[in-house]
């Protein structure tokens, strides 16, 4: 689908960042009927040094003034709560490791946002994300955005056709540095402003002490893979699989000096399993299992096709054969080894440029290991 469209009412999320400013500069210039909403998601730590709401606000209404639109401020940390940062600590509790900003997606920004412009009269939604939208025989189909090291599709692969039909992303073909010398050059006061990072929710903050405020501590053994005793974890919910830091194990002694990581999660036994060494077998997996699937097409793709697929953000594909599990989900079988494949994260599907969808990674394994005796399952 293309911007480039008769004039339409569009209502554009504006974060108070580059990007958002210079999508709802892009369609303005177009010829568009743009209002600007910024999104309150959160609430509660407003006042700590760690959030940036009022100063985001600040900036998009700064951005507005410039660009000549309307801005309308909405409340939606009711529904985040409730549909996102409950899942959050769902999956945190039960030692898993997930990506709230896949769910905001989908439940925020193009559900509740979605239907909020709507009420406002709105043709389409507009964002400030790196991807694109095609219209193919009816169907719409989501796209990498032109800039790899930009690229957010992974973010959007729970997207569905309803959502992408109303869905436009100015910036999809852009490159970031397109993006910062345009706002710059049109004037927009954040031209220069610092991307965000991190989860939407905590900001900047130390994540271990926010994550304590809402789930218990319980400390429990940490071993090695050859079951030995080696330190105490402070609760199996701080840590993720491939951790290198933080781990309380730094000084022990070991063959090579090489570093610990996390390697299991044992959790009826409250048990932190780590293992020396990046290349270590038990962080490798060529074969998941993934659960909560939705595929953008509505269906799964194809079998016996190729396929590319990463198992979290900033990673590049990696060739795998798609095994749908019906009901169950789906299998990716990698042709290389993947390394710290973390239960709670998405593994996303792609065949060329175009996101196919993906699910929650369930578990994981590595079939040569596995073979040679040892289990490896990702707990």
């Not at 599990?325 to 440029?353: H, I, K, N």
């Amino acid at each position: 689908m293309s911007e480039h469209q008769a004039p339409a009412r569009v209502v554009v999320g504006l974060s108070g960042g580059v990007d958002s400013a210079v999508a709802a500069w892009l369609l303005k210039q177009q010829g568009h009927e743009v209002v600007g909403l910024f999104m309150k998601n959160w609430e509660g730590d407003d006042d700590d040094e760690y959030c940036s709401t009022r100063q985001d606000w600040l900036d998009a209404a700064s951005v507005a003034d410039v660009i000549g639109i309307d801005l309308e401020a909405v409340n939606f940390a009711a529904e985040y709560r409730e549909r996102v940062f409950a899942d959050f600590l769902r999956e945190y509790g039960a030692g898993r490791t997930p990506n709230p900003d896949v769910l905001c997606n989908a439940e925020i920004k193009f559900k509740a946002f979605l239907d909020h412009a709507v009420a406002l009269g709105a043709a389409r939604i507009a964002t400030g994300h790196y991807a694109r939208v095609r219209e193919v025989g009816g169907g719409f189909e989501l796209l990498r955005g032109v800039d790899p090291g930009k690229d957010q599709s992974y973010f959007l692969h729970r997207l569905t056709q309803a959502q992408l039909s109303r869905a436009w992303f100015p910036l999809g073909g852009m490159h970031k540095h397109e993006v910062r010398a345009l706002a710059a050059r049109i004037g927009l006061p954040n031209a220069a402003k610092k991307d965000s990072t991190g989860i939407c929710f905590i900001g900047e903050r130390p994540f271990r002490e926010f994550l304590n405020r809402y789930l218990p501590a319980r400390p429990g053994p940490i071993r090695t893979d050859a079951g030995r005793l080696v330190g105490e974890h402070v609760g199996l919910a701080f840590y993720t699989l491939g951790q290198r830091k933080g781990i309380g194990v730094g000084g022990l002694a070991g063959a090579a000096g090489d570093a610990w990581y996390v390697a299991r999660k044992d959790m009826p036994t409250n048990t932190l399993v780590v293992v020396q060494g990046h290349d270590h077998p038990w962080l490798r997996s060529t074969v998941l299992t993934a659960e909560d699937v939705s595929w953008i097409a509505g269906a799964p793709p194809p079998a016996g096709m190729p396929f590319g697929a990463k198992t979290r953000y900033r990673q590049a594909d990696s060739a795998c054969r798609l095994l749908d599990r019906g009901g169950a989900g789906f299998e990716l079988r990698f042709v290389q080894p993947q390394w710290a494949v973390t239960p709670g994260q998405s593994a996303v599907v792609y065949q060329g440029d175009v996101c196919l969808g993906g699910g929650i990674i369930a578990t994981s394994r590595d079939e040569s290991v596995a073979n040679a005796g040892i289990d490896s399952a990702s707990a």
